[in-house]
């Protein structure tokens, strides 16, 4: 490299202190985490124990073992989970790091000889005001606009785009526009890389020296490139550095679950510390040399992140997460889109599976493959386990029958304080997930499951096609469950609301578990001891939360459909500049604060299960 630069650390006390506290949650998650996984099998292990002494037959054994299953169920959900659900994969993650918290050291890189970038922009009809915001924010980082070239990747062959950038040109002499063709039939975000990897190259000066993708709502802050690509000129082994997505149009609240910082505050750290970050999707800086050893972008996934990943690593190189804002994006405004988007998602995790037929992933070690699988794997068992729970719990309550059984008053006492301390444990562990995270998790109820049953429907459409012999459906702009984005008439308005939305699934959900409440309460208030018969049936601590959890998860599209919400347009979250329309995300659009999650119910939850513990205790 023709280069003349420095690499100096980031001097910045703000930055400094958040590191600081990290790094002590991070110190912090192991003894918690192990916490959990013992107290948890302790307390299935007696309930196991007290079923098989109890002197009970029929169905007054079976509902409780069933039971036992379903909670054993929801807490491997809880373990698997590894973006959404504290504690999730983390506990794995958590226990293995033990003394090797390390935090990648936050660089600058100084000077104006610096390494040539290739910045590529996917675009797919998103909307031009949405991409032409990005490539302003791109060209202007500070860079020297000598040093790298913006390409725009169209794979909607759009003539308003390619208008708007051949004017763009008069002034940004780096940008460049570049589409398939109007015959592309595979709308995959890796197909469409490949293809800009192969036009740079034919480019004046050949291919740049590193290469960097931004999502196309993606707006990169100045300091992007001066603070990743430092990582790769410090360390000749690592080949490619990550970012953390942040957000800009969340609601206040998050009321729909959109917020990902579990992933980037928690996950990707902890998976950093073990020498296994992932590609972060957008804003990735990485060598050429790399990408091209590999033979370019992965296609064989929609998640090409997650295969470009395993397949690096394949080959010695190192991937490391930087844990600093250098971005800003958007997620879905609408129920719909946000649906979508799940479903997507969906598809895109549980079809990377196919990695192990996958000819290149020959060269990974059974366990780094195993790796790579898991996500897959973990992702398929949530959603069946979710649907299972959905299904089975309200049955349960409907037959009227303890959920806990035991032969005498001091077992009921020691499985109420076995549940008490899991529980407390979970909630500990959640408590640190949800501080990292800006406390933008509900400690108790963070787990947004009411999307499983649209994932649920795309996981058997994909089974569906694979038998069919189709193969695994690939991404398309309209996705893999599509919403029509005008809906005019009033069947297509009933339909939208009462299938599309899911109001009539979680209607019946809800139904179904007020139901089984109102029995439980009937039975109880039929029974000669009303409030032990109550107990050990709803009020169950850890029964109690799993229905409430089920009941008010499925509110939110149901709420949506009763109280619908109108998305905040996207130019008020904006600060522009009316000169050079250049745009980057408004100072309370940016304020973390705002998207926190209220913590109302995690207080009433936990103050019912340390008031009934105790109650039971007691009695």
Same mark, same amino acid.
């Given at each position: 490299?023709?280069?003349?630069?420095?690499?100096?650390?980031?001097?910045?006390?703000?930055?400094?202190?958040?590191?600081?506290?990290?790094?002590?949650?991070?110190?912090?998650?192991?003894?918690?985490?192990?916490?959990?996984?013992?107290?948890?099998?302790?307390?299935?292990?007696?309930?196991?124990?007290?079923?098989?002494?109890?002197?009970?037959?029929?169905?007054?054994?079976?509902?409780?073992?069933?039971?036992?299953?379903?909670?054993? +169920?929801?807490? #491997?959900?809880? &373990?698997?989970?590894?973006? %959404?659900? !504290?504690? @999730?994969?983390?506990? /794995?993650? $958590?226990?293995?790091?033990?003394?090797?918290?390390?935090?990648?050291?936050?660089?600058?890189?100084?000077?104006?000889?610096?390494?040539?970038?290739?910045?590529?922009?996917?675009?797919?009809?998103?909307?031009?005001?949405?991409?032409?915001?990005?490539?302003?924010?791109?060209?202007?980082?500070?860079?020297?606009?000598?040093?790298?070239?913006?390409?725009?990747?169209?794979?909607?062959?759009?003539?308003?785009?390619?208008?708007?950038?051949?004017?763009?040109?008069?002034?940004?002499?780096?940008?460049?526009?570049?589409?398939?063709?109007?015959?592309?039939?595979?709308?995959?975000?890796? +197909?469409?890389? #490949?293809?800009? &990897?192969?036009?740079?190259? %034919?480019? !004046?000066? @050949?291919?740049?020296? /590193?290469? $960097?993708?931004?999502?196309?709502?993606?707006?990169?802050?100045?300091?992007?490139?001066?603070?990743?690509?430092?990582?790769?000129?410090?360390?000749?082994?690592?080949?490619?550095?990550?970012?953390?997505?942040?957000?800009?149009?969340?609601?206040?609240?998050?009321?729909?679950?959109?917020?990902?910082?579990?992933?980037?505050?928690?996950?990707?750290?902890?998976?950093?510390?073990?020498?296994?970050?992932?590609?972060?999707?957008?804003?990735?800086?990485?060598?050429?040399?790399?990408?091209?050893?590999?033979?370019?972008?992965?296609?064989?996934?929609?998640?090409?992140?997650?295969?470009?990943?395993?397949?690096?690593?394949? &080959?010695?190189?190192?991937?490391?997460?930087?844990?600093?804002?250098?971005?800003?994006?958007?997620?879905?405004?609408?129920?719909?889109?946000?649906?979508?988007?799940?479903?997507?998602?969906?598809?895109?995790?549980?079809?990377?599976?196919?990695?192990?037929?996958?000819?290149?992933?020959?060269?990974?070690?059974?366990?780094?493959?195993?790796?790579?699988?898991?996500?897959?794997?973990?992702?398929?068992?949530?959603?069946?386990?979710?649907?299972?729970?959905?299904?089975?719990?309200?049955?349960?309550?409907?037959?009227?029958?303890?959920?806990?059984?035991?032969?005498?008053?001091?077992?009921?006492?020691?499985?109420?304080?076995?549940?008490?301390?899991?529980?407390?444990?979970?909630?500990?562990?959640?408590?640190?997930?949800?501080?990292?995270?800006?406390?933008?998790?509900?400690?108790?109820?963070?787990?947004?499951?009411?999307?499983?049953?649209?994932?649920?429907?795309?996981?058997?459409?994909?089974?569906?096609?694979?038998?069919?012999?189709?193969?695994?459906?690939?991404?398309?702009?309209?996705?893999?469950?599509?919403?029509?984005?005008?809906?005019?008439?009033?069947?297509?308005?009933?339909?939208?609301?009462?299938?599309?939305?899911?109001?009539?699934?979680?209607?019946?959900?809800?139904?179904?578990?007020?139901?089984?409440?109102?029995?439980?309460?009937?039975?109880?208030?039929?029974?000669?001891?009303?409030?032990?018969?109550?107990?050990?049936?709803?009020?169950?601590?850890?029964?109690?939360?799993?229905?409430?959890?089920?009941?008010?998860?499925?509110?939110?599209?149901?709420?949506?459909?009763?109280?619908?919400?109108?998305?905040?347009?996207?130019?008020?979250?904006?600060?522009?500049?009316?000169?050079?329309?250049?745009?980057?995300?408004?100072?309370?659009?940016?304020?973390?604060?705002?998207?926190?999650?209220?913590?109302?119910?995690?207080?009433?939850?936990?103050?019912?299960?340390?008031?009934?513990?105790?109650?039971?205790?007691?009695?």
């Amino acid at each position: 490299m023709s280069v003349n630069f420095k690499i100096v650390p980031l001097d910045n006390a703000s930055e400094k202190m958040r590191a600081e506290e990290e790094m002590k949650m991070l110190r912090q998650m192991p003894n918690a985490g192990l916490a959990c996984i013992l107290s948890s099998w302790l307390y299935f292990g007696y309930s196991f124990w007290c079923i098989q002494r109890a002197a009970v037959t029929g169905w007054e054994a079976i509902v409780p073992m069933v039971y036992l299953g379903l909670e054993v +169920a929801k807490a #491997n959900f809880d &373990l698997l989970n590894s973006e %959404q659900v !504290p504690p @999730g994969l983390t506990h /794995l993650l $958590a226990l293995s790091i033990k003394d090797k918290v390390r935090r990648q050291p936050l660089l600058r890189l100084l000077g104006n000889q610096v390494p040539t970038v290739d910045v590529f922009i996917t675009y797919c009809g998103e909307g031009l005001d949405i991409v032409m915001d990005t490539v302003r924010a791109a060209y202007a980082v500070d860079y020297p606009k000598d040093r790298f070239r913006i390409i725009v990747l169209d794979d909607k062959v759009s003539n308003e785009l390619r208008s708007a950038i051949k004017e763009s040109q008069t002034t940004m002499k780096n940008l460049y526009y570049s589409s398939r063709n109007a015959k592309v039939v595979t709308h995959t975000k890796a +197909a469409n890389l #490949n293809h800009g &990897l192969q036009f740079v190259s %034919q480019l !004046p000066g @050949g291919s740049f020296e /590193l290469i $960097a993708v931004l999502d196309v709502d993606m707006i990169p802050l100045p300091n992007w490139l001066r603070a990743l690509v430092p990582h790769l000129l410090q360390d000749m082994k690592v080949g490619m550095a990550n970012p953390p997505q942040h957000l800009y149009n969340i609601p206040d609240g998050d009321p729909w679950g959109q917020s990902m910082d579990i992933l980037y505050d928690v996950l990707e750290p902890l998976k950093h510390c073990k020498n296994s970050a992932w590609c972060t999707g957008s804003g990735w800086v990485a060598r050429r040399s790399a990408v091209d050893q590999l033979g370019g972008v992965p296609e064989e996934s929609i998640n090409e992140d997650v295969l470009l990943s395993v397949f690096l690593r394949a &080959l010695s190189w190192n991937i490391v997460y930087v844990h600093e804002p250098v971005q800003w994006g958007m997620v879905p405004s609408t129920l719909a889109s946000h649906i979508k988007q799940q479903n997507r998602w969906c598809a895109g995790i549980v079809s990377t599976a196919a990695l192990w037929w996958n000819p290149r992933a020959k060269k990974l070690s059974p366990g780094a493959k195993f790796g790579a699988l898991f996500p897959a794997i973990a992702f398929g068992f949530q959603i069946l386990t979710v649907m299972v729970i959905f299904v089975a719990f309200p049955i349960l309550l409907l037959t009227g029958f303890p959920l806990v059984v035991t032969s005498t008053t001091t077992q009921l006492k020691i499985l109420t304080l076995l549940g008490f301390l899991r529980l407390l444990a979970v909630f500990n562990y959640s408590l640190l997930s949800s501080k990292a995270t800006n406390y933008h998790l509900s400690i108790v109820s963070s787990s947004h499951i009411w999307p499983v049953p649209f994932q649920f429907q795309t996981l058997v459409q994909l089974f569906l096609s694979i038998v069919a012999g189709h193969g695994v459906p690939l991404f398309t702009p309209s996705g893999l469950i599509g919403f029509k984005r005008k809906t005019t008439s009033a069947s297509q308005r009933v339909k939208l609301a009462l299938w599309d939305y899911g109001f009539f699934v979680h209607s019946m959900i809800s139904l179904a578990c007020a139901s089984g409440v109102a029995r439980s309460f009937q039975a109880a208030i039929d029974s000669k001891h009303f409030w032990h018969d109550l107990f050990v049936r709803v009020g169950w601590p850890p029964a109690f939360l799993l229905c409430t959890l089920a009941a008010t998860d499925s509110w939110t599209p149901i709420g949506h459909v009763i109280f619908p919400t109108t998305p905040v347009t996207r130019e008020r979250l904006l600060d522009r500049d009316p000169e050079t329309k250049l745009a980057y995300p408004t100072a309370k659009a940016r304020d973390q604060v705002r998207v926190r999650v209220s913590q109302l119910w995690s207080v009433v939850a936990i103050a019912y299960v340390v008031l009934v513990s105790v109650v039971l205790c007691w009695l």
